[in-house]
């Protein structure tokens, strides 16, 4: 069986839309089918990865715990730009789970070396 491997990008913040949760749930579905999935968060997705995010206050369901979930569902590839933490005034090491940081022609090749890529 030809597993294709899948590249979610995503660039939208954690809240405010369903843009955010609908991307990881992309990506944990991509998983049940045995196929290899990555996760890219590119300009206010990056905000997804910061810890401790009080969301009741908004009334909406946090996003962490999903996040959390990832390394379950055998996804252990998340990515951001340096553009993207540029943007934000963050570092890698303030994020969970700490991605990796990619210039743009990497962010090129990672685009390159997948079969499917689905923006959210």
């Given amino acids: 069986m030809?597993?294709?491997?899948?590249l979610v990008i995503c660039r939208t913040a954690p809240y405010g839309s369903s843009a955010a949760r609908d991307a990881l749930d992309i990506a944990l579905?991509?998983?049940?089918?045995?196929m290899?999935?990555?996760?890219?968060l590119l300009d206010d997705a990056v905000l997804q990865l910061l810890q401790n995010q009080n969301s009741a206050l908004i009334g909406?369901?946090?996003i962490n715990a999903m996040l959390g979930a990832l390394p379950l569902y055998d996804i252990e590839q998340v990515y951001?730009?340096?553009?993207?933490?540029?943007?934000?005034g963050l570092e890698a090491v303030q994020l969970e789970p700490r991605p990796t940081v990619l210039d743009s022609s990497e962010l090129q090749?990672?685009?390159?070396?997948?079969?499917?890529?689905?923006?959210?």
């Fill in 36 to 40: 290899p999935v990555s996760l890219l």
């Fill in 80 to 88: 951001t730009s340096m553009q993207s933490l540029a943007l934000h």
């Fill in 29 to 34: 579905s991509g998983t049940v089918f045995d």
């Fill in 109 to 120: 090749a990672l685009i390159n070396r997948h079969e499917i890529v689905l923006s959210v």
């Fill in 60 to 62: 909406e369901k946090n």
């Fill in 2 to 6: 030809n597993r294709k491997s899948i």
